[in-house]
């Protein structure tokens, strides 16, 4: 297959920006051009698409954040025409649609992984950075990761300062839970059933710029990794993970209980289908989550 000349990539920001890297490496020598859909920028687009290059230079233009601008007309019956021949055109958003996306030589909608989609693409990064992929390491990651994918990129980042050398164990938690890593304060809290202090945490975050969406996808993974730390162990298998995670996990099950564990993370699903039809805020489903903690105590 022949280099991509029309990419339309939206969904998750590291995949989006996986795929383009791999797109324009199969360019080979090109000159980029970066625009951005929500300045303004369409004079130029429109210039850039309706020339050659003066010097005969191959082109690569790049529209991020180009959800708006995709959905122009002129634009379209600008590229129904095609493109210049010394020039490729990527578009990059959330949610791209339209004429102009159906136009494109490669659309492709690149949603968050989760489960077994987001160990593999920590493996891959691992891999990629010429680090070890055990089990554990992944584990580690991908917790700290909180369900982001830009963060998990980042955490594997702060491990190439070992490469070629044995990453110290000891350590993995201090180096990828530091720096405001995973809300490790918030989730003890609600672990150990704890109103006060999960409500402060809850309010520190949020007002620290922490997203109510990944916020409200790391609970669900905690109460998740708590029910299944506990069944593993009723079951009589080793729960996955690193040795010092596996115990706090199964410290704060046993406060729960595997029976209110089940109740809460079926909780959390009612609270997600709200969230997606729209009846209720990721930040507000946080709060209700969180002051169900007082029934709790209670009970």
Known sequence: ????????????????????SRA????????????????PCFARLLGE??????FGERRAIVVRRADKLVEEERLARTLAKGLPTDLALFVLGEALKGPVVQMADEALALPTPIGRALR???????AEAELPRSASLVDCLV???GGDTLRLAQEVGKLTVWKGERLPPDLLSEILYSSGGAPYAYLDAVGS???PPALSELRMLLDAGWSPSALFFTLVGHVRSLLAALAAQNG???????????????????????????????????LDLQIKTGQLSAEAALYHFTFGLAQLEQG
């Open 1 to 20: 297959m022949g280099a991509v000349r029309f990419g339309a990539y939206w969904g998750d920001p590291l995949l989006v920006e996986r795929v383009l």
């Open 24 to 39: 324009l490496a199969g360019m080979g020598a090109v000159r980029r051009v970066v625009l951005f859909g929500d300045e």
């Open 49 to 54: 698409l309706g020339s050659v290059d003066l």
């Open 120 to 126: 593999a693409l920590a493996s891959e990064l691992l």
């Open 143 to 145: 917790e700290a990761a």
């Open 193 to 195: 059933k704890n109103l």
């Open 236 to 270: 009589g298998r080793d729960p996955s993970g690193p040795a010092w995670l596996v115990r706090k996990r199964l410290a704060q099950a046993r406060v729960w209980g595997e029976a209110r564990l089940i109740g809460r993370l079926a909780s959390l699903q009612n």
